[in-house]
Every structure is written in structure tokens, then in C-alpha cells.
């Protein structure tokens, strides 16, 4: 079963509405969560590390204050997208590791979103 | 250079037939590293993790090489629901720590 619970999948709506997407983990407590977003054809891109309690850290190029992030508790991390326009368009994916698990053992990811600014 | 590089195909294979992806990194110090399956328009899933001495999950093998940053995908007698996108993933830094995913090379075998 899923270990990684992402909601919402699917989002349709107007540009200018701020979106929030959320990433829990359910068998286990992540201090850390990572956001991908993914363009057609194009591979994953790390966009920011979320830290519980504390700030996240983004990646080169990624605009904190239009991807907000707060990790508020060891189980769930949520990114906002404020003022969502079209070209926020994407695949946006939360993933988490099991801090228990063996070193070999990666991340799990959540489902995905699939946001679409019209 | 890309940090991870692979041949984004796509492979369109035959039932049965092998199949090899090939994957280049760029950062000498990684330290895990991983192939991942993606469907279309869906999450990435875990495939196999690559050890330093090659390792096999029945019909996958997967090996690691050091000196030439190099990492392999071998799929055996494919089956339709083998295609997917296939992601060469490196974790770099180790452990709980972010991963760097290939672009992706798409396989689809054909009936």
C-alpha cells in the first residue's frame, strides 16, 4: 500500500487562484520531504526541500514566495502555489524516506498532482 | 553536462527481445543509485537499486560502474507491461538526501 499519500491528483483552475497540495506520510515520520515538479517529456526536478519546524530549503531558480512550503508536522508537508498562472502548469511530486529503512532503501513518492492553470 | 544523462530513446522492442539502457553521471562522489519506472502520467516507482558488484531481480539486472560513472539497465524477455519510462536516479549525497533523476529513456515493447 502506499506509504506516501499525496491529494490533491488532479487540479483544474483559473490562473490568478493559489493552489495547496499535500504530502503525508503514513507508515512513518519524515523530517524531511522533497517537491519534484515534472514538464512533459522532461524529468524530474527537485524544486525545494521541506524541513519540519523549520525552513525549506529551494533550489536555484525556484521563487520561494510563489511555492510556499510548510512541513508544520513530522507527517505532513504542503506546497502552495500562490497566483498560479499557465505556465505553472505541471506535474508536481512529494516524495519522503523512511528514516528506518536500510540506506539502499530511497524515497517513496505520493501520486502526484496534475495542475492545470487555464 | 547534465548531472544524469540517458538515451531518452525510444526503444521499441518485440516480446521476448533484451533490452539495455545505459545511464551516465557526472558527480564522482555519489553514492546511491537507483532505477525507477515511470507509466505515463503517473508517479515514479522503485525498480532496483544498483549495488557496486551488479545484482538481479529476475528478469532486470542492473549494474554500477565506478570508474566510468556509468550505470546499466539489462531487461530479459520483455513483456508488454514492461513499458514504461525507465529513470536512472543518483542520490548523490547518500541517505535521507535529495535524488537527481535522468530524463528518462521510454521503452515499448511491442506484441
Known amino acids: 500500500g502506499a506509504v506516501v499519500s499525496q491529494h490533491p491528483s488532479r487540479v483544474i483552475c483559473k490562473s490568478g487562484t493559489s493552489v495547496k497540495i499535500e504530502c503525508r506520510s503514513l507508515d512513518f515520520q519524515a523530517t524531511t520531504m522533497f517537491w519534484y515538479r515534472q514538464f512533459p517529456k522532461q524529468s524530474l526536478m527537485l524544486m525545494a526541500t521541506?524541513?519540519?519546524?523549520?525552513?525549506?530549503?529551494?533550489e536555484q531558480g525556484v521563487e520561494k514566495d510563489k511555492f510556499l512550503i510548510n512541513h508544520a508536522s513530522l507527517t505532513l508537508s504542503t506546497l502552495t502555489v500562490t497566483s498560479a498562472h499557465p505556465e505553472d502548469s505541471s506535474f508536481y511530486i512529494c516524495?519522503?524516506?523512511?528514516?528506518?529503512?536500510?540506506?539502499?532503501?530511497?524515497?517513496?513518492f505520493g501520486d502526484g498532482t496534475r495542475l492545470s492553470i487555464l | 553536462r547534465k548531472e544524469v544523462e540517458q538515451d531518452p530513446g525510444p526503444f521499441n522492442v518485440p516480446e521476448g527481445a533484451t533490452v539495455a539502457f545505459n545511464c551516465t553521471y557526472s558527480?564522482?562522489?555519489?553514492?546511491?543509485f537507483f532505477w525507477y519506472r515511470q507509466d505515463c502520467r503517473k508517479e515514479p516507482k522503485l525498480l532496483m537499486s544498483?549495488?557496486?558488484s551488479g545484482n538481479e531481480d529476475g528478469r532486470f539486472t542492473a549494474q554500477l560502474n565506478r570508474a566510468s560513472q556509468y550505470i546499466s539497465l539489462l531487461i530479459r524477455d520483455s513483456k508488454l507491461s514492461d513499458s514504461a519510462t525507465y529513470l536512472c536516479v543518483v542520490n548523490p549525497f547518500g541517505s535521507a538526501r535529495q535524488l537527481t533523476f535522468g530524463s528518462g529513456t521510454q521503452l515499448t515493447v511491442l506484441p
Open positions: 521541506s524541513n519540519e519546524g523549520s525552513k525549506a530549503t529551494y
Open positions: 544498483v549495488y557496486s
Open positions: 516524495s519522503a524516506r523512511d528514516p528506518d529503512a536500510g540506506s539502499n532503501q530511497p524515497q517513496h
Open positions: 558527480n564522482s562522489a555519489s553514492q546511491s
